[in-house]
């Protein structure tokens, strides 16, 4: 089984569905330099979280990525920046944690309801659910829901609270963090509405 297939029913089965994409690669310039070969690999339908915050190369990539979504009809989003995510007809923006508890959003809130795009948000506690939901996002993204290498240390979610926060908060969440296809299985039924990761696919 891979990771594509464990994300498969989970939006149908889950306690609040969301209209995106239920596989979600999220890049990482340590841990996936190169995103495209494995985005090459991914079906159609799932989507492409862009992160690369600190590579110089960040626009000429986006423009790669985007151009290999459209061929392989994949859903994109950009994190933190409405005008990247603009300027390659994006199908949503990702917000990371901070930006969402701090920022100046009105630009980019407008940008995504005048566009009709997707929105998500970076969580890491119900806290942040609570916030991500008043911003009226799409869906949170919530991690780790498992030990993972990208944050040697911290504390996993784990499945019995994930399911609790999840239930609880007011929109669609996805894991994300140490997903493997048996971690995922561990999950509670209808808590996750689908699956990220970077090294999982």
């Known amino acids: 089984m891979t990771l594509a297939n464990a994300a498969r029913p989970l939006n149908s ?9 239920a596989l979600l690669l999220v890049t990482d310039e340590a841990r996936l330099p190169d995103p495209l070969p494995v985005i090459a690999t991914l079906p159609p339908g799932s989507g492409v979280l862009l992160r690369h915050y600190g590579d110089q190369r960040r626009l000429n990539l986006a423009l790669a990525i985007a151009a290999l979504a459209r061929r392989r009809r994949l859903v994109l989003l950009v994190a933190g920046d409405w005008r990247l995510a603009a300027r390659l007809g994006a199908a949503g923006l990702h917000l ?3 930006l969402a508890r701090h920022g100046v959003l009105s630009p980019a809130l407008g940008w995504r309801r005048c566009r009709h795009r997707l929105l998500s948000v970076a969580c890491h506690s119900p806290a942040a659910l609570g916030r991500a939901a008043r911003l009226g996002a799409d869906a949170a993204v919530l991690s780790p829901a498992f030990a ?4 040697v240390g911290a504390k996993p979610i784990g499945p019995s609270r994930f399911g609790l926060w999840a239930r609880r908060a007011g929109l669609p969440v ?5 997903l493997t296809p048996r971690t995922a299985r561990r999950l509670p039924k209808g808590a996750a509405a689908g699956l990220a990761g970077v090294g999982a696919f």
């Open 13 to 21: 089965t889950a306690c609040r569905p969301w209209r995106g994409p």
């Open 96 to 98: 990371p944690e901070g």
């Open 148 to 151: 993972t290498a990208s944050h």
């Open 174 to 178: 996805l894991a994300l963090g140490g």
